[in-house]
């Protein structure tokens, strides 16, 4: 199983471009990464997923080197409403392999 | 669109007590989940249906956790006895398809005395 580690917190200020990089050294091949976004008594949010090299949409960019056995989020220009939880996800999908594992989760606090 | 509904939104037992929580999926959504997060940590998947049949419950108590999805859209999570540790609160998502973007629910908040 893919065991996934993320620093425990991070700080940054608004406006400012925050990284916040997983580590999964035993990921599977046909493992995927997905990042959610919690705030306090919600569920989490999908922001973005990837298999690799580089994943963008409108809210992030997802960076996955060839080796795959890490993964950057990152978010452009955070505001005060980006501080919360982020959790990175990594599994496979369907079939005998199918496993799901949050990582621990790194708490963004940004400041004014 | 409507999103991922979860009843009770809180719930306090005794431990021994029994409890079930209910969640009704996205309409069209195949894929169901449900998840335990106890606070501080990241959400630990209980059990994943694709329709009425159990893809994974690999980390479900059996002793005590059930769960089912009947006709492939609602979906009833039971524990029976609650134990202290059970304290949690329990999430529920779906998708469209097994892989697709997850969609969560509110969450019911357990709490166990």
């Known amino acids: 199983l893919a065991k996934t580690t993320q620093p425990i917190s991070m700080d940054s200020y608004e406006g400012q471009e925050v990284n916040i990089t997983c580590s999964h050294n035993?990921?599977?091949?046909?493992?995927?990464i997905t990042w959610y976004q919690q705030f306090p008594s919600q569920g989490p949010r999908f922001i973005i997923q990837?298999?690799?090299t580089k994943v963008t949409n409108e809210v992030a960019s997802l960076f996955i080197p060839a080796d795959r056995k890490s993964s950057t989020l990152s978010l452009p220009r955070v505001s005060l409403s980006d501080t919360a939880v982020y959790y990175c996800l990594v599994g496979a999908y369907g079939g005998a392999t199918n496993k799901l594992i949050f990582g621990t989760g790194t708490l963004l606090a940004v400041q004014p | 669109e409507a999103g991922v509904a979860q009843s009770p939104r809180y719930k306090i037992i005794e431990k021994r007590q029994s409890v079930a929580f209910w969640c009704n999926p996205i309409?069209?959504?195949?894929?169901l989940y449900w998840y335990q997060q106890i606070l501080g940590q990241g959400p630990k998947l209980l059990i994943q249906?694709?329709?009425?049949?159990?893809?994974?419950d690999s980390q479900l108590p059996k002793d005590r956790f059930s769960a089912e999805r009947l006709k492939g859209v609602d979906s009833t999570l039971k524990i029976q006895p609650a134990k202290l540790e059970d304290s949690a609160v329990y999430l529920c998502?779906?998708?469209?398809?097994?892989?697709?973007?997850?969609?969560f629910g509110p969450g019911t908040r357990l709490t166990v005395l």
């Open positions: 998502a779906s998708s469209f398809r097994m892989g697709d973007e997850q969609f």
């Open positions: 035993n990921i599977a091949t046909n493992d995927y």
């Open positions: 249906f694709q329709n009425n049949g159990v893809v994974d």
């Open positions: 990837g298999y690799k």
């Open positions: 309409s069209g959504h195949a894929t």
